[in-house]
């Protein structure tokens, strides 16, 4: 079992910048996915950003170049600076983990980010 709690959320102006972050409870290995989703009030959870277990990142189209997504295995965290936020980004942002070979995965609890002036 993992514990995954995000941390970093809160309320921005437009073109400001947050930078998320997701602890988990136990080690996690580079044999994991990791991602970031979002969900915005009325709309379905999205995938945002992605690093799978060979390294590859993966961005949404709507947030290629604003986004960054990056792991620090050795402080089972996962970050996800967000840079010129637009109010389209609003949206709870939750934390994903999982394992490439069991399938067995994890989601955090999720964090609200409100961009607004």
């Known amino acids: 079992q993992v514990q995954l709690v995000e941390s970093g959320g809160g309320l921005v102006q437009p073109g400001g910048s947050l930078r998320l972050s997701c602890t988990a409870s136990?080690?996690?290995?580079?044999?994991?996915?990791v991602a970031w989703y979002r969900q915005a009030p009325g709309s379905e959870r999205e995938s945002v950003a992605l690093?799978?277990?060979?390294?590859?990142?993966n961005y949404a189209d709507s947030v290629k170049g604003r986004f960054t997504i990056s792991r620090d295995n050795a402080k089972n965290t996962v970050y996800l600076q967000m840079n010129s936020l637009r109010p389209e980004d609003t949206a709870v942002y939750y934390c994903?983990?999982?394992?490439?070979?069991?399938?067995?995965?994890?989601w955090g609890q999720g964090t609200q980010v409100t961009v607004s002036s």
């Open positions: 690093i799978n277990s060979d390294d590859t990142i």
């Open positions: 994903y983990v999982r394992h490439s070979y069991s399938g067995t995965f994890y």
């Open positions: 136990r080690y996690i290995s580079s044999i994991y996915t």
